[in-house]
């Protein structure tokens, strides 16, 4: 009996499978519909917001009739998500449905769109997931042929995604370079073709994120107007391209960067593109964001619904002056500060060449003992003297010329037959080929001595500070070169998460010459990233606030430094360095023995401030209210909690002249209904007259506060707290 129920069950779901047509994947704001017709080609329909039972998007006529992936062949003109040569030298493809499979289970559904050609057993099956908790749509594919030979990829997109073109359109993305990363750029989308790129080959946001908002209502607004966003979680070279012909759609195109990267797949080799993310939100940039930042703390980010730890990292107070007596002294200042982990940073490390400049060592991961004789086991006796915990700087994927490592294994670094090898940070660095697995293996266990010696280590900084040259590798095949850059982050994907399984409670951050490295494709094995090297408050807002868009507040690692910045020479207030550095995962970045009496107190009260207030900003949604790019001379911000029963707001000031006009501050996300107590934080001099005063939430969002900022630099964070 048991088997004749499996069989009807199994014959039930082959029908709906063979026979199904329209496919409708919503979330609780969003519908993505497709048509999948056994024997013909599937066909995007709808992507916008969620349709309910009656309105019916092909009788309103604003339903596509395009491509679900769009394939090279009799279609030539047009940009193409896939392209092939077979081995008898065609290249075309023509992609039909066999069959529609759709599973669900621990609150996510699966729908997987099996193609194949129609002459050849060339096989696509494009994948979405939704969940039941959050409002993104996550979209990747897979490729697999049974042809006698191998057969060559050339264009292999993760999602193809036509958007219906109004009057005015207008994309956000994120562009910059080291010590300005991902500045915000926002530009109407006309006519031809607009592509987002990177071909760095190990760090692929230092100069653009694989991230962007489509406003659908003109210039993009942060608190209203509709608009989707999308982010590739990949770490390594991609390729973001708005077609805009003379039709009705925008159509675009994301995925990895195929340029000097086409793929030799062998038979019944399997080729899975990375995840892309895009969601929907008729709330504006900040409701795309709190879409992309929930899904994110509960699906993508590693450790993503856990509070992070305020920390004091060493590079800026000592740089490679690293020794026991001056990492006990931070350790111990800070700690009176009210820190809670002390991070140190590079130059602890080189036996037979000692690592006091950015020169020599890399590789060479064994203590200085002319530098720290009691090992590491010494610092990690000092954190827990002083009552905080132990975190250390590592940069396994590079080497040194000048090293231990590059003598014994030359032929383990990125290079080409017949060219002398171009180096990169002191003369001399270069990068280890992690497509190849002994590679791998070695800087697995880079992590891996480290934790065996020392299980108490509680945190990781990972750092890269070179891009890929020399583009070669020794252990790939001669056909095969081309694989290297998708070989590199997949050998980095096997590292990492051969890591996260054997240490799953260990911090790591994810830096690479600052922000180089911002995006999905790891942050499943890390807790946060390096926002930049650039710690100087005032261009801090305006990073803090891009990046923002697309990742959560408590990925952000945001630390004051000194005095006078060591990047910019500008000299700001602690207490504005503070509250700039509040709106993500507070740390410090300077030499605590440099401040002076007044500035310790100001700290001590300023981070135990942060840690009452660090659920609502690292778990809390963001709204972003007046954005620094608007060039109003201001800039504020607030995270409020779900029930919205708290909420902190920060406003900065940017610019000062005399006889400045302030505007009215209005607040957003709170329940109109409910009445919210003001309190001032982080006060230096006098409160502002609001702090202490009780307000509806309603007038709050549409009247609004005049709040007291002037001086230059001048800067307010509030408690807002409902009351009864």
């Given at each position: 009996?048991?088997?004749?129920?499996?069989?009807?069950?199994?014959?039930?779901?082959?029908?709906?499978?063979?026979?199904?047509?329209?496919?409708?994947?919503?979330?609780?704001?969003?519908?993505?519909?497709?048509?999948?017709?056994?024997?013909?080609?599937?066909?995007?329909?709808?992507?916008?917001?969620?349709?309910?039972?009656?309105?019916?998007?092909?009788?309103?006529?604003?339903?596509?009739?395009?491509?679900?992936?769009?394939?090279?062949?009799?279609?030539?003109?047009?940009?193409?998500?896939?392209?092939?040569?077979?081995?008898?030298?065609?290249?075309?493809?023509?992609?039909?449905?066999?069959?529609?499979?759709?599973?669900?289970?621990?609150?996510?559904?699966?729908?997987?769109?099996?193609?194949?050609?129609?002459?050849?057993?060339?096989?696509?099956?494009?994948?979405?997931?939704?969940?039941?908790?959050?409002?993104?749509?996550?979209?990747?594919?897979?490729?697999?042929?049974?042809?006698?030979?191998?057969?060559?990829?050339?264009?292999?997109?993760?999602?193809?995604?036509?958007?219906?073109?109004?009057?005015?359109?207008?994309?956000?993305?994120?562009?910059?370079?080291?010590?300005?990363?991902?500045?915000?750029?926002?530009?109407?989308?006309?006519?031809?073709?607009?592509?987002?790129?990177?071909?760095?080959?190990?760090?692929?946001?230092?100069?653009?994120?694989?991230?962007?908002?489509?406003?659908?209502?003109?210039?993009?607004?942060?608190?209203?107007?509709?608009?989707?966003?999308?982010?590739?979680?990949?770490?390594?070279?991609?390729?973001?391209?708005?077609?805009?012909?003379?039709?009705?759609?925008?159509?675009?195109?994301?995925?990895?960067?195929?340029?000097?990267?086409?793929?030799?797949?062998?038979?019944?080799?399997?080729?899975?593109?990375?995840?892309?993310?895009?969601?929907?939100?008729?709330?504006?940039?900040?409701?795309?964001?709190?879409?992309?930042?929930?899904?994110?703390?509960?699906?993508?980010?590693?450790?993503?619904?856990?509070?992070?730890?305020?920390?004091?990292?060493?590079?800026?107070?000592?740089?490679?002056?690293?020794?026991?007596?001056?990492?006990?002294?931070?350790?111990?200042?800070?700690?009176?500060?009210?820190?809670?982990?002390?991070?140190?940073?590079?130059?602890?490390?080189?036996?037979?060449?000692?690592?006091?400049?950015?020169?020599?060592?890399?590789?060479?991961?064994?203590?200085?003992?002319?530098?720290?004789?009691?090992?590491?086991?010494?610092?990690?006796?000092?954190?827990?003297?002083?009552?905080?915990k132990f975190g250390i700087w590592i940069e396994p994927e590079m080497t040194n010329t000048k090293s231990e490592l590059f003598e014994k294994y030359p032929d383990w670094v990125i290079q080409q037959p017949y060219r002398e090898m171009k180096t990169g940070r002191g003369g001399t660095q270069l990068v280890l080929d992690l497509s190849n697995p002994a590679v791998q293996e070695f800087v697995f266990k880079v992590v891996d001595n480290l934790m065996t010696k020392h299980p108490e280590i509680a945190y990781i900084?990972?750092?890269?500070?070179?891009?890929?040259?020399?583009?070669?590798?020794?252990?790939?095949?001669?056909?095969?070169?081309?694989?290297?850059?998708?070989?590199?982050?997949?050998?980095?994907?096997?590292?990492?998460?051969?890591?996260?399984?054997?240490?799953?409670?260990?911090?790591?951050?994810?830096?690479?010459?600052?922000?180089?490295?911002?995006?999905?494709?790891?942050?499943?094995?890390?807790?946060?990233?390096?926002?930049?090297?650039?710690?100087?408050?005032?261009?801090?807002?305006?990073?803090?606030?891009?990046?923002?868009?697309?990742?959560?507040?408590?990925?952000?690692?945001?630390?004051?430094?000194?005095?006078?910045?060591?990047?910019?020479?500008?000299?700001?207030?602690?207490?504005?360095?503070?509250?700039?550095?509040?709106?993500?995962?507070?740390?410090?970045?300077?030499?605590?023995?440099?401040?002076?009496?007044?500035?310790?107190?100001?700290?001590?009260?300023?981070?135990?401030?942060?840690?009452?207030?660090?659920?609502?900003?690292?778990?809390?949604?963001?709204?972003?209210?007046?954005?620094?790019?608007?060039?109003?001379?201001?800039?504020?911000?607030?995270?409020?909690?779900?029930?919205?029963e708290r909420a902190v707001f920060f406003v900065y000031k940017m610019e000062h002249f005399v006889r400045q006009r302030c505007p009215i501050f209005r607040m957003a996300g709170l329940d109109p209904q409910k009445r919210y107590k003001l309190t001032e934080l982080n006060v230096s001099g006098k409160a502002i007259r609001q702090s202490g005063k009780i307000f509806t939430g309603e007038y709050l969002m549409n009247s609004g506060l005049d709040i007291e900022l002037n001086t230059e630099y001048a800067s307010r964070?509030?408690?807002?707290?409902?009351?009864?």
């Amino acid at each position: 009996m048991k088997k004749l129920l499996l069989l009807i069950v199994s014959v039930l779901l082959f029908v709906e499978t063979i026979q199904a047509e329209h496919i409708r994947l919503s979330t609780k704001g969003s519908t993505l519909l497709i048509t999948a017709t056994h024997g013909k080609s599937p066909r995007f329909r709808y992507f916008g917001a969620r349709l309910n039972d009656v309105d019916n998007p092909f009788d309103a006529g604003i339903a596509f009739n395009e491509a679900l992936y769009p394939e090279f062949g009799a279609q030539c003109a047009r940009e193409m998500a896939i392209q092939a040569t077979h081995p008898d030298g065609n290249q075309s493809l023509e992609l039909v449905v066999e069959s529609v499979e759709r599973r669900s289970g621990n609150g996510a559904h699966i729908t997987a769109i099996h193609t194949k050609d129609k002459h050849y057993p060339f096989y696509v099956t494009v994948f979405y997931k939704t969940y039941d908790d959050c409002e993104v749509i996550e979209t990747w594919t897979e490729m697999r042929h049974t042809e006698k030979r191998p057969v060559t990829l050339y264009r292999f997109a993760s999602a193809f995604l036509p958007i219906r073109r109004g009057t005015d359109n207008w994309i956000s993305h994120f562009h910059g370079s080291w010590g300005a990363e991902g500045y915000l750029e926002e530009e109407p989308l006309i006519g031809g073709m607009k592509v987002i790129r990177n071909k760095d080959g190990v760090r692929n946001t230092q100069t653009d994120n694989p991230s962007f908002m489509y406003s659908l209502d003109g210039k993009p607004q942060e608190l209203s107007g509709r608009v989707i966003g999308g982010t590739l979680a990949w770490g390594g070279n991609y390729r973001i391209a708005f077609a805009n012909d003379n039709s009705n759609l925008t159509r675009i195109f994301v995925g990895i960067n195929e340029e000097q990267s086409h793929y030799i797949l062998e038979p019944k080799e399997v080729f899975t593109t990375p995840v892309f993310a895009f969601t929907y939100s008729n709330e504006g940039k900040s409701g795309v964001s709190r879409n992309i930042h929930r899904w994110a703390r509960l699906h993508r980010l590693n450790h993503g619904t856990a509070l992070r730890p305020i920390l004091l990292n060493s590079w800026e107070g000592v740089y490679f002056k690293v020794n026991q007596e001056v990492m006990d002294q931070m350790m111990r200042d800070f700690a009176d500060l009210g820190g809670e982990l002390f991070v140190m940073d590079d130059g602890w490390f080189g036996d037979k060449y000692p690592r006091n400049n950015g020169k020599t060592s890399l590789g060479d991961w064994m203590v200085c003992k002319e530098k720290l004789p009691k090992g590491i086991e010494g610092l990690i006796g000092s954190a827990k003297s002083h009552g905080i915990k132990f975190g250390i700087w590592i940069e396994p994927e590079m080497t040194n010329t000048k090293s231990e490592l590059f003598e014994k294994y030359p032929d383990w670094v990125i290079q080409q037959p017949y060219r002398e090898m171009k180096t990169g940070r002191g003369g001399t660095q270069l990068v280890l080929d992690l497509s190849n697995p002994a590679v791998q293996e070695f800087v697995f266990k880079v992590v891996d001595n480290l934790m065996t010696k020392h299980p108490e280590i509680a945190y990781i900084k990972w750092d890269d500070n070179m891009t890929l040259v020399n583009y070669g590798s020794t252990y790939l095949p001669a056909e095969k070169q081309s694989h290297l850059y998708i070989e590199y982050h997949r050998g980095m994907d096997k590292v990492l998460r051969r890591i996260h399984e054997k240490y799953p409670n260990l911090i790591m951050q994810s830096c690479a010459s600052g922000g180089g490295r911002v995006n999905y494709g790891v942050l499943p094995y890390y807790d946060e990233f390096w926002t930049s090297d650039n710690t100087d408050a005032l261009q801090r807002v305006y990073m803090q606030w891009s990046i923002s868009n697309f990742y959560p507040s408590n990925a952000m690692a945001a630390h004051v430094s000194a005095h006078k910045n060591h990047q910019s020479k500008r000299i700001t207030p602690l207490k504005f360095r503070f509250d700039v550095a509040m709106m993500g995962r507070l740390g410090m970045e300077l030499q605590p023995k440099d401040m002076s009496e007044k500035d310790k107190t100001f700290a001590r009260q300023a981070i135990a401030t942060y840690k009452q207030i660090r659920p609502v900003v690292q778990q809390g949604d963001l709204y972003r209210i007046m954005s620094p790019f608007e060039k109003t001379g201001y800039a504020s911000l607030m995270y409020v909690t779900p029930e919205k029963e708290r909420a902190v707001f920060f406003v900065y000031k940017m610019e000062h002249f005399v006889r400045q006009r302030c505007p009215i501050f209005r607040m957003a996300g709170l329940d109109p209904q409910k009445r919210y107590k003001l309190t001032e934080l982080n006060v230096s001099g006098k409160a502002i007259r609001q702090s202490g005063k009780i307000f509806t939430g309603e007038y709050l969002m549409n009247s609004g506060l005049d709040i007291e900022l002037n001086t230059e630099y001048a800067s307010r964070v509030l408690s807002v707290e409902a009351v009864e």
